[in-house]
């Protein structure tokens, strides 16, 4: 069947798929809390709309060890906004599971420098009948098999992946019942070793103490220095960033937030990001 043909039989399709009984594996649901993710809607953000339906053919993992989903038309999927950390394999098992042999829905943006197309994707979540459609990578986060990445192509899905990735850190499931994939507290007394040893997608929680502005970046200090403690960059080079021109830094001073990203200790611990939208906010705590 041609794409612009599945395009159009995609509503008859997701009615049928979400009345199938039989093929999605009930380990899915063993992984999952018992507040499970909420039904995919037609339309709006992380939702139906724009999605194609494919076959899923197989799930491997590519050469980093995450999982790669092959779909009937030849393109490799991979899970956008998931950062799986060493826990790759076992999402693979989880997937194959749920997934291979079965009928999807695909949102793909622009083939990647490894020919992949990352993706959101959406499948029956469990054997019941009439049983409903789900965001795939946010089962993949409930289930404490991945972290949320800031990555384009998983915005639309942002608020309902982080939610997913909470409910897992709250209850130490998965990857967060190891101490070293949990937040580093910039106030902990180990925080300087602790964010110096970090490698890969690190997660990082303070408060603005200040803000700074210059044509490449606006810094956003967590620590009482500006040399030396940590630092939230917001560069301005990003394609896909939204002007920062209408974000007021000094509204944040104050605010209890959290950041994620790589660690780059040549300037100081600082972790640079796409924009304010990177950014999320514990709580507001007064101003220092």
């Not at 409930?142 to 915005?155: H, M, N, S």
């Not at 300037?267 to 999320?280: K, L, S, V």
Request: overall charge positive; some cysteine.
């Amino acid at each position: 069947m041609c794409a612009a043909s599945k395009r159009e039989n995609g509503a008859w399709q997701r009615a049928a798929l979400r009345g199938m009984a039989a093929g999605v594996v009930a380990v899915l649901a063993l992984c999952l809390p018992a507040a499970a993710l909420p039904p995919a809607q037609e339309s709006g953000d992380c939702s139906l709309e724009g999605t194609a339906p494919a076959t899923v053919m197989s799930i491997g993992l590519d050469a980093g060890g995450d999982p790669e989903l092959v779909l009937d038309d030849g393109r490799r999927a991979s899970l956008a906004g998931l950062d799986f950390s060493s826990r790759g394999p076992m999402a693979q098992t989880l997937l194959t599971r749920w997934l291979a042999g079965r009928l999807v829905f695909v949102r793909a943006a622009t083939l990647d420098r490894w020919g992949r197309a990352p993706a959101q994707i959406f499948a029956a979540a469990t054997p019941a009948p009439a049983s409903p459609l789900i965001a795939v990578g946010g089962a993949v986060l409930e289930a404490g098999l991945a972290r949320y990445r800031p990555d384009p192509a998983a915005v639309p899905c942002r608020t309902l992946y982080l939610a997913a990735e909470d409910a897992a850190r709250t209850a130490h499931a998965g990857l967060w019942a190891d101490a070293s994939m949990q937040p580093v507290d910039v106030t902990a007394p180990d925080a300087s070793s602790a964010l110096s040893q970090r490698k890969g997608l690190t997660l990082v929680e303070g408060v603005v103490r200040s803000v700074g502005d210059s044509r490449r970046a606006i810094y956003l200090n967590l620590g009482q220095r500006r040399i030396g403690d940590f630092t939230v960059v917001i560069s301005r080079r990003f394609s896909y960033n939204q002007p920062v021109s209408g974000f007021d830094p000094q509204k944040w001073i104050g605010r209890r937030i959290r950041v994620r990203g790589l660690i780059d200790t040549g300037w100081g611990p600082r972790i640079e990001i796409a924009g304010p939208e990177d950014i999320e906010l514990i709580e507001s705590i007064g101003a220092p």
